[in-house]
């Protein structure tokens, strides 16, 4: 099994998730494509978007053709979370969730 390793800032926000096609299609020789910090890892919880919104961007950039897994915090209502979900084929199949003790306002 092949994976391609796609390491990014993890305070950069800028580009999510228009960017993930691009780099799909550039590991196309890859089984697998992990993002570790795709998302902004921001503790204070200000810029970590809904869990929800997360579910739907990926989903949207999830190809048929390489499965993906990307990290990275999320909110879930006030809790902020560190998040990893597995992509493919336009949809979420599985997520992993890790609770801070840090409550968003």
């Known amino acids: 099994m092949k994976i391609a390793l796609i390491q990014q800032d993890a305070n950069d926000k800028l580009g999510f ?16 494509v992990v993002f ?7 503790k204070t ?23 993906f ?11 902020l979370r560190n998040a990893v979900f597995l992509a493919y084929d336009k949809a979420i199949h599985g997520t992993y969730l890790f609770e801070h003790r840090l409550v968003v306002g």
């Open 17 to 32: 998730p228009e960017h993930i096609p691009e780099l799909l299609i550039a590991s196309s020789g890859a089984d697998l």
């Open 36 to 42: 570790p910090e795709l998302m902004p890892f921001d």
């Open 45 to 67: 919880g200000r810029t970590a978007i809904p869990i929800d919104q997360g579910h739907e961007d990926l989903s949207l950039c999830a190809s048929s053709e390489v499965p």
């Open 69 to 79: 897994i990307a990290g990275g915090y999320v909110r879930q209502e006030k809790t």
